[in-house]
T-cell receptor, first 110, second 112 residues
Framework: QKEVEQNSGPLSVPEGAIASLNCTYS??????FFWYRQYSGKSPELIMFIYSNGDKEDGRFTAQLNKASQYVSLLIRDSQPSDSATYLC??????????FGTGTRLKDLA | EAQVTQNPRYLITVTGKKLTVTCSQNMNHEYMSWYRQDPGLGLRQIYY???????DKGDVPEGYKVSRKEKRNFPLILESPSPNQTSLYFCASSYSVNTEAFFGQGTRLTVV
C-alpha cells in the first residue's frame, strides 16, 4: 500500500462547480497535511495546510481532515479555468520525511 | 524576495560524467530536501537535511550525494549519472520539516 494515495484523474469539473479532491494516508501517526498546486512545467506551490481534525477554509478552498479514517480532502468552490492543474497531497508523519502523493489532475471545463 | 534558486534549469549530459545541481535559499530555513518527479510516480524524496552538516536518505537515494556545509546551500551531486536518473528535480526548503515547503524552479536533467 502506498503511503499517500490520490486518484490520478483527470477529474473534469465544469466552471463554477465544486471540485472535490481526496487523499488517503497509511501512517496513523501522521501529524501535518498539505495541499500543493502544480501547473504544468512549474514547481509546486502551497494552497492549504491542516493539522487538526475538521475543516479549514481559505477563500474558495476548504481542507478537510479526518484522522480516524486517515483521509484529507480539498474542496475548490466556484471552479475557474485557472484551477486546471495537478493537486498534490503531502503528509508529514514525524520521521523527518515529507511524503507526497502522485497528484490528481484537475481539468476545468470552461 | 524570498526564494529557492536551483541551477541549472536544464541539463543534458552523458552517462558517467559527474555533475552538481546547486540549490540555495535566502529564508534562513533549517530543513532542505531534494525530490525527483517522474510521470506516474509523483514527487519522491532523494535526500533531506535537518540543518548544517545533518543529512539523511529519503526514499530514492541511490546514485546521489548531498552536502550541507552552509545553511543556505544544499547541492545535489550525481557522481556517475545513468539514464535512469533522467528526471525533473526539485529542491525545497522549509522553516521546519512540518511546515510549508518552498520549491525551486526545477532542473530538467537528461542523461544520454
Amino acid at each position: 500500500q502506498k503511503e499517500v494515495e490520490q486518484n490520478s484523474g483527470p477529474l473534469s469539473v465544469p466552471e463554477g462547480a465544486i471540485a472535490s479532491l481526496n487523499c488517503t494516508y497509511s501512517d496513523r501517526g501522521s501529524q501535518s497535511f498539505f495541499w500543493y498546486r502544480q501547473y504544468s512545467g512549474k514547481s509546486p506551490e502551497l494552497i492549504m495546510f491542516i493539522y487538526s481534525n475538521g475543516d479549514k477554509e481559505d477563500g474558495r478552498f476548504t481542507a478537510q481532515l479526518n484522522k480516524a479514517s486517515q483521509y484529507v480532502s480539498l474542496l475548490i468552490r466556484d471552479s475557474q479555468p485557472s484551477d486546471s492543474a495537478t493537486y498534490l497531497c503531502a503528509v508529514y508523519s514525524g520521521t523527518y520525511k515529507y511524503i507526497f502523493g502522485t497528484g490528481t489532475r484537475l481539468k476545468d471545463l470552461a | 524576495e524570498a526564494q529557492v534558486t536551483q541551477n541549472p534549469r536544464y541539463l543534458i549530459t552523458v552517462t558517467g560524467k559527474k555533475l552538481t545541481v546547486t540549490c540555495s535559499q535566502n529564508m534562513n530555513h533549517e530543513y532542505m530536501s531534494w525530490y525527483r518527479q517522474d510521470p506516474g510516480l509523483g514527487l519522491r524524496q532523494i535526500y533531506y537535511s535537518m540543518n548544517v552538516e545533518v543529512t539523511d536518505k529519503g526514499d530514492v537515494p541511490e546514485g546521489y550525494k548531498v552536502s550541507r556545509k552552509e545553511k543556505r546551500n544544499f547541492p545535489l551531486i550525481l557522481e556517475s549519472p545513468s539514464p535512469n536518473q533522467t528526471s525533473l528535480y526539485f529542491c525545497a526548503s522549509s522553516y521546519s520539516v512540518n511546515t510549508e515547503a518552498f520549491f525551486g524552479q526545477g532542473t530538467r536533467l537528461t542523461v544520454v
